[in-house]
């Protein structure tokens, strides 16, 4: 019984996150940020309907009938499975689940390999603090839960606790689920890379004596690398899924074209958080008697300067410190507790409360509650809206209720096309957010016409583009209002739309 409703504090985290997203207005923010999250809810919906992958991407008019590298077919199939169980909130409800799951395997991990309460759960908030800006209901939430796996696999392989065979046996099923599920799963590549070239770098500055061990750990290391990569292999484009990654990641033009591939902005209180974070992550490695294994500070080092140049990658940077950060705490707090000073007598008083938080959780588990707070999500009928402050919500509805008044094909804001798609899946959208799919050329040609760059004309002409959703704002709602041939049909603060006038008018 004490195990089933007596929770731990991970329990309690678990819980906690499962709640704090799922069970409050969150939710509306996790599935408004931008279009994305409705996006890959109809092309799970689509995929589902088919009863196999979609050839070529069925929702955008600059997608034309190139083929399409459905990669993250996995992922979208869940979220469509989901929505059509609960609505909006069965997307927020997985979201939520491994969100949560995330954070339970950090502490769970982190308490398993020394860190007692208060030095492991501290890190672990703090990184919660720099998840909050990136989450929204989409698959790259499952690279955090994935990555951090992968991390931590590493971090037991490189201390002993896990040999290389059942590291390599375990990590197949691992990278081969993540390969179908989000593209992020290149990151278990780069991980490995760093940890081969610091036990190479290690080797070379041993006793000749000494050097053997640390090379077959190395060889090691490759033949996993080797074998993960062929196991990466199993997707349904093989391959093929790659080099459309790589190709896309080369572009520099498609990976700033989206803000969350931006670098940090640190003029913003949120990524002060985050820079704050990272330097008192290095600040405890440099602290303490006890030098960190090179593979581990490398591996940090490659995360953050992947941060650097991409927001995105804060939170992997936040989840895989969080480990480190909390038992170089845990072993400066017992240092310090055993100097008659101020400082020791702190460390002293907070490593005396969390040995007795340890000590209430013997025998604790926690699972049964965790379940209930699951089932009750499930079975909560509660709608979640997207947000009219983020979405053109109303004049969504308008066009649904309108489809007379519009001919032609549709011109609308890029990161609305997802929330568009969703919404009214009768008519293609011009664009969306699968940067990959349609490429620099499609992301460009739209940029032109939204700007009324020379030319336009021809372009909306030649798409067919009979009506235009937009912000009120936007150079192309002011240009197509002075056209004789369009008028503005609806109107409010967050959007208007505009329709070519039918000829004859």
Do not use: C
């Not at 050839?55 to 459905?70: I, M, N």
């Not at 077919?73 to 409800?93: D, F, K, Y």
């Not at 020791?344 to 509650?369: D, H, I, Q, T, Y």
């Not at 919404?423 to 957010?433: F, L, S, T």
Request: proline share 6%; charged share 20%; aromatic share 10%.
């Amino acid at each position: 019984m004490r195990r089933a409703f007596v929770p731990t504090v991970a329990a309690i985290l678990w819980i906690s996150v499962l709640g704090a997203i799922a069970a409050t207005d969150f939710a509306t923010k996790m599935v408004s940020r931008d279009g994305d999250t409705a996006l890959h809810v109809s092309l799970g919906e689509r995929t589902i309907d088919r009863r196999g992958l979609l050839p070529v991407e069925p929702t955008a008019l600059v997608s034309g009938d190139r083929p399409f590298v459905q990669y993250e077919w996995l992922s979208q199939v869940l979220w469509g499975a989901a929505h059509r169980a609960l609505g909006m909130a069965g997307p927020v409800v997985v979201s939520a689940v491994v969100v949560a799951s995330a954070f339970f395997l950090l502490l769970s991990w982190t308490r398993a390999r020394g860190a007692s309460p208060w030095p492991a759960i501290l890190p672990i908030l703090a990184a919660a603090i720099v998840a909050q800006n990136h989450l929204a209901a989409r698959p790259h939430l499952f690279t955090w839960l994935l990555g951090l796996a992968w991390w931590l696999r590493l971090a037991d392989l490189r201390e002993g606790r896990l040999s290389a065979p059942r590291w390599i046996v375990g990590g197949i099923p691992l990278v081969v689920l993540w390969t179908n599920l989000h593209g992020g799963f290149l990151l278990a590549f780069i991980l490995i890379g760093v940890e081969i070239a610091a036990t190479i770098l290690r080797a070379a500055v041993l006793e000749p004596g000494a050097r053997r061990p640390a090379l077959a750990r190395a060889g090691a290391l490759l033949a996993g690398l080797a074998a993960f990569v062929l196991a990466s292999g199993i997707n349904p484009y093989g391959f093929g899924l790659h080099r459309h990654l790589l190709g896309f990641l080369a572009n520099p033009y498609l990976t700033q074209a989206s803000d969350e591939w931006m670098s940090p902005d640190f003029h913003l209180p949120v990524d002060r958080v985050y820079l704050a974070f990272a330097l008192g992550t290095f600040a405890l490695l440099v602290a303490g008697s006890r030098r960190p294994p090179p593979g581990e500070v490398l591996g940090l080092l490659a995360v953050f300067a992947m941060s650097l140049v991409s927001g995105r990658n804060e939170v992997l940077f936040a989840l895989f410190a969080a480990p480190v950060a909390a038992r170089r705490l845990e072993d400066l707090l017992t240092e310090q507790a055993a100097r008659p000073t101020w400082a020791g007598g702190a460390s002293r008083a907070v490593l005396a409360s969390s040995g007795r938080v340890a000590l209430a959780e013997r025998g604790a588990g926690g699972w049964a509650l965790a379940l209930a707070a699951l089932a009750g999500l499930v079975a909560w009928d509660r709608p979640v809206p997207f947000d009219p402050d983020t979405m053109p919500v109303e004049a969504a509805r308008w066009v649904r209720d309108h489809p007379d008044r519009l001919h032609g094909e549709m011109f609308n804001v890029f990161a609305w096309g997802g929330y568009l798609a969703y919404e009214i899946p009768d008519r293609k959208v011009y664009i969306h957010g699968l940067l990959d799919h349609y490429g620099e050329s499609g992301h460009r040609e739209f940029h032109g016409v939204l700007a009324v760059a020379p030319g336009w004309e021809a372009v909306l002409e030649r798409r067919g583009v009979g009506w235009a959703i937009l912000r009120p704002a936007a150079p192309l709602a002011r240009a197509l209002e002075r056209e004789k041939g369009w008028e503005v049909v609806y109107r409010d603060d967050r959007a208007i739309v505009l329709a070519e006038r039918p000829s004859g008018e």
